[in-house]
């Protein structure tokens, strides 16, 4: 993404994050209409978070709401699990490598999902494998000055 591309996002998602705090805010001073509605609200937690199609935000948190995007959580609902898969080549058949459970019971389901919100698992795990760099993409004399933050993998050896 293009650093006006990632602004315009940012922007995006903290509206998103701002509305969704309002419409928390809107259920829960309405409690009695909804809990009609939903079979009782009260003492049920809310979960928040802005889902979005870009993985470039996942783990990201913007007025306190986190970011996500719906592959993460499609795994979590899904699969309950991150695997990693290896082939040799295209036409190779995949073999699993490593496979990362999130959860195996409803308990833990219910248990894990608030801490997968504020930090994704899926990022989490590649974390260390990646560094950021900002690299400077004006001319040294230009006003304002631009950046732009790349993530780079570090090589092992």
Request: aromatic share 10%.
């Amino acid at each position: 993404m293009e650093p006006r591309d990632v602004h315009n996002a940012i922007k995006r998602l903290s509206d998103g994050a701002l509305q969704l705090k309002r419409k928390i805010n809107f259920v829960q001073k309405h409690n009695d209409y909804f809990s009609e509605i939903l079979n009782g609200v009260e003492g049920k937690p809310i979960y928040s978070a802005v889902i979005c199609n870009y993985p470039h935000f996942t783990g990201m948190k913007l007025h306190d709401v986190p970011i996500i995007d719906f592959m993460a959580l499609a795994t979590y609902f899904g699969h309950g699990s991150i695997t990693d898969l290896r082939s040799e080549n295209i036409d190779a058949e995949s073999q699993k490598v490593r496979e990362l459970r999130l959860w195996n019971n409803r308990k833990e389901f219910a248990d894990n999902f608030p801490n997968y919100l504020i930090k994704p698992t899926v990022v989490d795990d590649l974390k260390h494998k990646f560094k950021t760099k900002f690299h400077r993409i004006t001319l040294e004399t230009a006003n304002p000055q631009m950046h732009l933050q790349v993530a780079e993998i570090i090589e092992t050896n």
